[in-house]
């Protein structure tokens, strides 16, 4: 049982499919696909060494304390996981995002960037939200560029805030 499920009210019953964030994606080859999130995912992922060591310094599972079904998805190539990530709904209007990336995801950078891009505005519709947000490594350079560039801006940085103690950005988006 996920530790946040008691965030999401119960009267709440908007979930999302992987078809229809699949879908929604309008990936170009039938190679790419999203599923939802299952454990079995994150044994199958070879995470890139900087999100490795972030993963390592949690006291417990990172992505197993934030699953909530309908809203935790894993993006593959083929049989590769390219990214797990998901939604976090914090209160109306106002949700958040974690991603876990993979060694896999260079090569298809791309393609998945279209496809979040289209995540972010598609959800946030049907959420009704007008804000998005998440916290990002000040050390994760990769990831600080790709978060700007999905229109996220800078709000603040967060002194040692990390499992690690390490410094985080706080991005948001608006809509």
């Avoid at 060494?49 to 190539?77: C, V």
């Avoid at 060694?103 to 279209?114: A, E, I, P, S, W």
């Avoid at 994760?140 to 690690?164: M, Q, R, S, T």
């Amino acid at each position: 049982m996920p530790v946040l499920k008691g965030i999401i009210s119960p009267r709440v019953t908007l979930m999302f499919t992987a078809r229809e964030l699949t879908r929604e994606a309008r990936f170009k080859s039938k190679d790419y696909w999203i599923d939802d999130y299952q454990p079995k995912h994150m044994r199958l992922s070879e995470i890139r060494p900087i999100d490795k060591m972030l993963m390592n310094s949690f006291d417990e599972d990172f992505i197993d304390n934030r699953y909530i079904p309908g809203y935790s998805f894993t993006g593959f190539y083929k049989s590769q996981v390219v990214m797990i990530y998901g939604i976090v709904p914090l209160w109306k209007g106002v949700a958040e995002l974690y991603m876990v990336p993979t060694v896999h995801l260079n090569d298809h950078k791309f393609v998945f960037h279209r496809a979040a891009l289209r995540f972010f505005e598609y959800t946030a519709s049907r959420m009704q939200l007008h804000r998005y947000q998440c916290y990002v490594c000040c050390r994760n350079v990769p990831a600080v560029k790709w978060i700007e560039a999905c229109y996220f801006h800078y709000e603040g940085l967060l002194y040692k805030f990390g499992p690690d103690t390490a410094d985080y950005k706080l991005y948001g988006r608006l809509f």
